[in-house]
């Protein structure tokens, strides 16, 4: 016990001790002894219950408690009452001035943000930009259900997959048809989810515009490119012996040229096609055709080799997934030095499929691997150009495998070699007609 309330006690005590020994002597006088000690003693206890009584009324009561006057313990247990209402509505105002400040940020939050309990699947609390992007009401869509008042998007879907579900979503807001929206689903605790919906309309119209610009500057530059590579090749640079090296490097110029914009165009076209038309491509015939592409390009100078498995064949767009097998050959050959060998190899994996060209190059260090598909990213640049590279042929090939739902990966080691595999999904696979069993009655 702390000093001054031990010394409070002391005090409460001989003063109850004093009332008690005058109302004794004063009943010993009188010649009422026992009676006068008996009055003093209720009238002792009817005092505790008084101050009791006021301390009850000074708890229940809301108003402000003003500090105690006095000593003794009554006046000390006030004094501690009121500290303690003291220090709870400081904590209050603090708590309340936080809770105004969290309501201020996530009002002037641009995103949307919705708690969802995943057990009912209800709205618990949403900030004022979700009623602009998705158009939630305040207070009717509290504790509705969320598949109901966020329809159309998928959300009873999303939260059942769980955690295992797609982190990002983009949809179109249920409030407004001209707004996209990016979804997010956040589980951060076991029964509350958070949803944040941020409009990237914007972003997207961006993006538009930069894609087309790409596309109509490429367009653009075409035709001009056409005249001018017209008219050098009608050049015969034999006749001007001295201007032959200028003309050569003019034309290697001018096919680099034209070779970007039709990468830069072919970039543009895959970047907007979500589907495409799928038909059979008949891997023979594909892979026979790259090695005659591989031969020319190479002159001699590499081993061109062709594994086919023979049994199997693909669904998808032939012309895509040409260019796409083209780039990859091609590469091969221009970043393998003289007397390397090349092999292009199309088998099964499981139930897929599984396309890999490989070279004994110059090799890719791991540093480089996880950027080496973005536009115009090249290990060496001087190398590249020298090759007659765009920077841009990883590129369409990564595009092309995501509209075949297919997967690239890239293995390589400096100076050993590099193989870059395409794996198809079974749904992808087709079987070669020569390959399927002959029926029975025929192979009797
Ligand atoms: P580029 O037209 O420059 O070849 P790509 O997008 O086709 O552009 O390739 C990007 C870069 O990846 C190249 O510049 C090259 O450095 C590296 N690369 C691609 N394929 C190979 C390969 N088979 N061996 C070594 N490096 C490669």
């Not at 004063?26 to 002792?44: D, E, N, S, T, Y």
């Not at 030095?337 to 490989?358: K, N, W, Y």
């Not at 090939?397 to 390589?412: M, T, W, Y």
């Amino acid at each position: 016990m702390p000093k001054h309330l031990r010394s409070a006690w002391n005090r409460t005590l001989f003063r109850l001790a004093t009332l008690l020994v005058i109302a004794a002597l004063g009943g010993w006088l009188v010649g009422a002894f026992w009676q006068v000690l008996a009055i003093g003693a209720l009238c002792v206890v009817a005092w505790q219950f008084w101050r009791l009584r006021a301390v009850l009324r000074r708890l229940t009561a809301r108003a402000r408690l003003q500090p105690a006057q006095g000593d003794g313990v009554w006046n000390e247990l006030d004094r501690l009452l009121h500290r303690g209402q003291l220090g709870m509505r400081t904590r209050k105002r603090r708590l309340l001035a936080m809770l105004r400040a969290y309501r201020a940020a996530t009002a002037a939050l641009p995103d949307a943000l919705v708690v969802i309990d995943r057990s009912t699947q209800r709205v618990q609390w949403f900030n004022k930009a979700a009623t602009t992007l998705l158009g939630l009401r305040h207070p009717t869509d509290l504790n509705a259900p969320v598949n109901q008042c966020l329809q159309p998007l998928p959300m009873s879907h999303w939260l059942s997959a769980g955690r295992n579900a797609e982190p990002m979503l983009d949809a179109t807001s249920p409030a407004n048809p001209d707004l996209r929206l990016n979804l997010r689903l956040i589980p951060y605790s076991d029964q509350y989810w958070l949803l944040v919906a941020r409009d990237v309309s914007k972003l997207l119209r961006l993006e538009e515009m930069r894609r087309d610009f790409v596309a109509n500057v490429s367009h653009e530059l075409r035709t001009p490119l056409t005249v001018v590579h017209g008219y050098l090749d009608m050049l015969d640079a034999d006749e001007f012996p001295e201007w032959k090296p200028i003309l050569e490097e003019m034309q290697k110029q001018s096919n680099r040229m034209t070779q970007l914009v039709e990468d830069l165009l072919t970039l543009s076209r895959l970047e907007v096609q979500d589907s495409l038309t799928d038909e059979h491509i008949a891997m023979g015939s594909m892979l026979a055709t790259l090695r005659r592409e591989a031969e020319a390009l190479s002159r001699k100078r590499q081993t061109i080799l062709v594994e086919d498995c023979g049994d199997i064949d693909l669904w998808g767009s032939n012309k895509e997934l040409h260019s796409a097998f083209s780039n990859l050959v091609s590469n091969a050959v221009r970043y393998t030095p003289v007397g390397g060998t090349i092999t292009i190899a199309f088998a099964r994996e499981g139930d897929g499929a599984v396309l890999s060209v490989r070279d004994t190059g110059y090799g890719i260090p791991a540093s480089h691997l996880p950027r080496i598909t973005e536009r115009f990213y090249r290990v060496s640049t001087s190398r590249s150009r020298e090759s007659g590279g765009t920077g841009l042929g990883l590129s369409i090939v990564k595009h092309v495998l995501n509209l075949h739902q297919a997967r690239l990966e890239i293995d390589s080691a400096v100076g050993q070699g590099s193989t870059f595999s395409v794996h198809f999904g079974p749904a992808r696979v087709h079987r070669r007609e020569s390959a399927l069993p002959l029926p029975q009655s025929l192979t009797a």
